[in-house]
């Protein structure tokens, strides 16, 4: 098992989730076809880069939906940039494809799409490219400690 995947593991200690390999899912579709759920019950973790902080910004959305470029910038109060794979191995200890919502190696400021909240169970990255957990959303909105907000197009 991975450093990423024990780290995801341990987060979700003591909280009611199921990890589960779903073979190489590079799309929101196809983890939501490996795992049989609806489109938006993917929590994609979307790591922007803070241009003013140089720290990660993390928004977690629905699979279906987008990150709008300006409404994210406003709640981040900076402007945002692509993160580079260097800023989000450092800041997450994940590497792209990956990226969980929670078990990151250091503090970062989150923001969770509402969507998810109208799911009885989401499912989100496990910290490989090929491992899912499936959680409830206020649980991953308390763990993740994200604030929700309206970020998508």
Do not use: Y
């Amino acid at each position: 098992m991975s450093k990423s995947l024990k780290r995801v593991r341990a987060a979700l200690d003591g909280h009611a989730a199921e990890i589960v390999e779903a073979g190489e899912a590079r799309t929101a579709q196809m983890a939501a076809d490996a795992v049989g759920c609806h489109v938006d019950q993917i929590a994609k973790s979307i790591i922007f880069r803070g241009e003013t902080s140089g720290r990660a910004v993390l928004f977690i959305t629905a699979g279906g939906n987008q990150v709008d470029h300006a409404r994210a910038t406003a709640l981040a109060g900076e402007e945002l940039g692509k993160a580079d794979a260097a800023l989000i191995r450092e800041q997450t200890g994940f590497a792209i494809g990956g990226v969980a919502p929670i078990g990151h190696l250091n503090p970062i400021r989150a923001f969770l799409d509402p969507r998810l909240l109208e799911f009885e169970t989401v499912w989100a990255a496990a910290g490989t490219p090929r491992h899912v957990f499936s959680i409830p959303p206020r649980d991953l909105e308390s763990m993740s400690g994200a604030e929700i907000a309206a970020f998508t197009a």
